[in-house]
């Protein structure tokens, strides 16, 4: 098993003698894995994101992407490279007045030539389908557009591991849809997924379910056990989303093979 | 307090290249005390329609009436101001817009501001905190050092504190977790019975105005495209989708399951629980186990 992002006894606060907002995180990602984070807001999900590219270094403990440690200043290009983030706030992550610019923003840096860069801008514009967006105003484009091309910018610096910070909660459903379309067909392409989410529905297309409270993870299983965890999770207090909720219902009236049945039709509704 | 449209337009950056028109000859009545959902895709004009409400925005043509008083194209300030007494308005992310440096200040400042007698709301604060889940030791903290739910929690109770007669809500549970959109649904619900205000809701999200509103309107390019109570325009799925707007998740399921297990309920509007029972009642009817 390859590891991609190893994340080890982990603890964080940001300042001395501040409250922990990570105490003792500990988990493995394989390379190729989809995980999904979920937690109450102040639960640490976004400080631990923010772990895996160097933006916070751990307190206590060690992070390592693809092998290398993140408090290691020789590393951290490559890191940034290996690891996109993308953010809830669609207007936070734009640097210059066109698509196509913003696109070569971060590859400048890398200190690519222009045929390279007018390459990989072409090359993933086809893939995230922004095209015909490529001369706009970011700021005029659309919520689900303008995460789109913040994933552009970030699959042109050939990244490893790309990290979703909420990045569907600000968008309406179709916007919501097409950013999902797309994390699934990079998932496909064996691209490492970490997203932090609060939709539970998006949990099902991923591969393993992490839920953290007070800094700490509290369930790790992998996402064909979420049905039968259900009741953990309403232990904890979360709201179950109305299909899941009815799931549970069925289950507590011991109609095991009715509540198999809507397991399987949420199963093949995901894929549509 | 009831709210008429009457033919009203509105363009942004008239005569030059970026004109757009927001509001195309909308007509429509908001009655006194109804809870009303907006829906439609970014740009439909839902913000933009809400704006006339409190005065933020004048029309271009026709007129918006709110509790008789008539906002047209030559409206007064002093006009528009009343309208921001009778009218509260909770943005998107109200928690960005807080910037006193305790509660009480920030909770007072609006109120005060609007007239109200200090002593009588220092007097009903504890009250009106515990009606929004918060208490009394709040009152000396920064806003800036409470969690995120506790934040928007003191933005909207400051709005709140003003008493409207008509509040308006912009994607109220943007952001929040489950259990805080939970909760803050709770807050409006109860707020709004108590109070019977007039309540309008811009949402993306059709659960929550299920669980909010009795009335949708839905609108698309500049227009409201229709209008009416939530369990009548749920039963037009089609003509939904045309504006691409999805049935909430769990009329969606059950009409699912409708189709696939040849079920069918009695209403779309009922609790997990009550579903559950309507379908193996169902099931046991026919005595039979429905092929998967």
Same mark, same amino acid.
């Not at chain 1, 369930?219 to 899941?244: A, N, W």
């Given at each position: 098993m390859e590891v991609a992002v190893k994340v080890d006894h982990v603890f964080f606060r940001y300042e001395d003698n501040g409250p922990w907002v990570l105490q003792d995180v500990h988990l493995n990602i394989k390379k190729g894995e989809w995980v999904t984070f979920m937690g109450r807001n102040g639960s640490g999900k976004s400080t631990f994101a923010r772990m895996c590219n160097a933006l916070f270094l751990p307190t206590k403990g060690r992070v390592m992407i693809n092998g290398r440690p993140t408090d290691k200043k020789e590393y951290l290009p490559e890191i940034r490279r290996q690891v996109g983030m993308v953010f809830q706030n669609p207007d936070h992550q734009f640097v210059a007045p066109t698509v196509r610019d913003d696109i070569a923003f971060g590859m400048e840096n890398a200190g690519l030539s222009r045929e390279e860069m007018i390459e990989r801008i072409n090359r993933v514009a086809k893939e995230v389908q922004i095209h015909e967006l490529l001369d706009k105003e970011p700021h005029r484009l659309s919520g689900g557009q303008k995460q789109r091309v913040a994933i552009a910018g970030i699959l042109a610096l050939e990244p490893k591991i790309i990290v979703f910070d909420e990045a569907t909660s600000m968008l309406d459903p179709k916007g919501r849809k097409d950013v999902l379309q797309l994390v699934k067909e990079l998932h496909t392409k064996g691209l490492t997924i970490l997203s932090v989410t609060h939709?539970?529905?998006? *949990?099902?297309?991923?591969?393993? &379910?992490?839920?953290?409270?007070?800094?700490?993870?509290?369930?790790?299983?992998?996402?064909?056990?979420?049905?039968?965890?259900?009741?953990?999770?309403?232990?904890?207090?979360?709201?179950?989303?109305?299909? &899941? *909720?009815l799931y549970r219902q069925l289950s507590n009236l011991d109609e095991h093979q009715m509540s198999s049945m809507l397991e399987e039709l949420m199963r093949e509704s995901l894929d549509q | 307090m009831k709210i008429e449209f009457r033919k009203t337009n509105h363009i942004y950056m008239k005569k030059t290249p970026f004109e757009t028109h927001a509001l195309r000859q909308v007509s429509t009545t908001f009655p006194s005390g109804?809870?009303? $959902?907006?829906?439609?895709?970014?740009?439909?004009?839902?913000?933009?329609?809400?704006?006339?409400?409190?005065?933020?925005?004048?029309?271009?043509?026709?007129?918006?009436?709110?509790?008789?008083e008539i906002i047209d194209r030559k409206a007064k300030r002093k006009q528009l101001k009343t309208l921001r007494q009778k009218v509260g308005m909770v943005f998107q992310y109200p928690e960005h817009q807080l910037f006193e440096d305790t509660v009480e200040k920030e909770l007072l400042f609006g109120p005060l501001n609007f007239g109200l007698s200090k002593k009588r709301l220092l007097k009903e604060l504890p009250d009106r905190l515990a009606q929004v889940g918060l208490d009394e030791t709040i009152l000396s903290r920064s806003p800036f050092e409470l969690s995120g739910g506790q934040m928007r929690r003191v933005a909207i109770l400051s709005v709140l504190l003003m008493k409207p007669k008509v509040l308006i809500l912009d994607e109220p549970t943007a952001g929040l977790d489950p259990k805080g959109q939970e909760e803050m649904i709770k807050l409006f619900k109860g707020w709004q019975q108590e109070e019977k205000a007039t309540m309008i809701l811009i949402t993306h999200e059709m659960d929550e105005a299920l669980q909010l509103a009795e009335r949708l309107v839905v609108m698309d390019k500049g227009k409201i495209v229709m209008e009416g109570m939530m369990t009548e325009i749920f039963a037009k799925t089609e003509e939904l989708a045309q504006f691409g707007l999805d049935i909430p998740e769990s009329v969606r399921l059950l009409k699912q399951i409708e189709e696939k297990f040849q079920v069918t309920f009695s209403s779309?509007?009922?609790?997990? $629980?009550?579903? $559950?029972?309507?379908w193996v009642k169902e099931r046991n009817r026919k005595g039979l186990t429905p092929h998967v």
């Open positions: 939709h539970l529905e998006e *949990a099902l297309l991923s591969d393993r &379910f992490v839920y953290m409270e007070k800094g700490n993870i509290s369930i790790d299983i992998p996402t064909s056990e979420l049905f039968s965890s259900l009741p953990l999770l309403e232990k904890k207090q979360v709201p179950l989303p109305y299909r &899941f *909720a | 109804s809870t009303t $959902a907006i829906i439609g895709q970014t740009g439909s004009g839902k913000s933009t329609l809400v704006q006339h409400i409190n005065g933020l925005l004048k029309p271009d043509a026709g007129q918006v009436i709110v509790g008789g779309y509007q009922l609790t997990p $629980a009550q579903a $559950a029972k309507e």
